[in-house]
């Protein structure tokens, strides 16, 4: 019987420093991911009827996302998204979920609260697995990143339309100005303006 103890009590110790090992390592790629001084990457987006691919600069919550059909800002509460085929700009305070499936940066703001997490090593990635607590958003995500470098290089999502696989290249850490995450209506003095908040 004590013998008995003695292995649950070893699984239990091993299954605890597991899920510990799966948030140090979130944490150690959120503090590279969200630098004071920001950050720029490529991305290919595929999914939920989506496939496109740009260029994404961030800095903490905000960012700046450009594909050929559209251009988004985000100043950490409001967002600008410029829709090229007709002109049009519109004006919204996105949710936590709208913002993961535009921005794939914004997992290392959500993990903290709301899901459990699962970590394996594939070659010199570690995978982690969070599933959502609650089935508000997203509900489950895998993130691959870089076991030296702690850079992300894919997040797959699951939401209640599917998965949506976002692709990551070219990270690099850069000084980028807060002006970059605000639109600016004089450079589109012909779009339209839609407030949708």
Same mark, same amino acid.
């Given at each position: 019987m004590e013998r008995?103890?003695?292995?649950?009590?070893m699984?239990?110790?091993a299954v605890v420093s597991y899920g510990?090992?799966?948030k140090q390592v979130l944490d150690k790629t959120a503090a590279t991911v969200s630098n004071k001084a920001g950050a720029s990457a490529s991305f290919t987006i595929k999914g939920n009827n989506m496939n496109a691919s740009g260029t994404i600069a961030i800095k903490g919550k905000k960012f700046h996302a450009s594909t050929p059909q559209a251009t988004i800002w985000f100043d950490g509460?409001?967002?600008?998204? &410029?829709?090229?085929d007709n002109d049009e700009v519109n004006v919204s305070n996105p949710t936590e979920a709208e913002l993961a499936a535009i921005n794939p940066y914004n997992f290392i703001y959500m993990y903290k609260k709301g899901y459990t997490y699962t970590m394996t090593k594939k070659g010199a990635n570690f995978e982690v697995h969070l599933k959502a607590t609650d089935k508000k958003g997203i509900?489950?995500? &895998?993130i691959i990143i870089n076991q030296k470098s702690y850079?992300?290089?894919q997040i797959r999502m699951k939401q209640q339309k599917g998965w949506t696989t976002i692709d990551i290249k070219n990270f690099k850490k850069t000084n980028i100005a807060d002006g970059t995450f605000r639109f600016n209506s004089k450079d589109f003095p012909s779009a339209e303006i839609i407030d949708l908040r």
């Open positions: 008995i103890k003695m292995i649950l009590l699984l239990l110790f510990q090992t799966a509460k409001t967002q600008w998204t &410029y829709m090229k509900n489950e995500m &895998y850079t992300p290089s």
